[in-house]
Nanobody, 121 residues
Framework: QVQLVESGGGLVQPGGSLRLSCFAS????????IGWFRQAPGKEREGVSC????????YYTGFAKGRFTISRDRAKNMVYLQMNDVRPEDTAVYHC??????????????WGQGTQVTVSS
């Protein structure tokens, strides 16, 4: 049974940093990609970053490039999203998601309940 549990959200000032964590279990890391997407009130869901299954290749949406870093620790079943230089427009609920596939895709079959990130002074 796939389980994804996010943590690490909170209130952060513009320009600050935050690290989100996702505990992921119940699937084979080599055959699933895993990543982060976000959803803000009144806005469509948008992908943030993804890491592929077997080769650990990383992908970032435009707004995340240069500011966010995805990583994982296979031994701990953890995936992280380091967010630097955050902006008010980064305010959203961030979800960790996964789906079967060797390379990152645009859709997720499983996701957690999310963690709220609020960027405000």
């Amino acid at each position: 049974q796939v389980q994804l549990v996010e943590s690490g959200g909170g209130l952060v000032q513009p320009g600050g940093s935050l690290r989100l964590s996702c505990f992921a279990s119940g699937f084979s890391w080599d055959y699933y990609y895993i990543g982060w997407f976000r959803q803000a009130p009144g806005k469509e869901r948008e992908g943030v970053s993804c890491i592929s299954g077997s080769e650990d290749m990383t992908y970032y949406t435009g707004f995340a490039k240069g500011r966010f870093t995805i990583s994982r620790d296979r031994a701990k079943n953890m995936v992280y999203l380091q967010m630097n230089d955050v902006r008010p427009e980064d305010t959203a609920v961030y979800h960790c998601g996964t789906a079967r596939g060797s390379s990152c895709g645009y859709e997720y079959d499983y996701w957690g309940q999310g963690t709220q990130v609020t960027v405000s002074s």
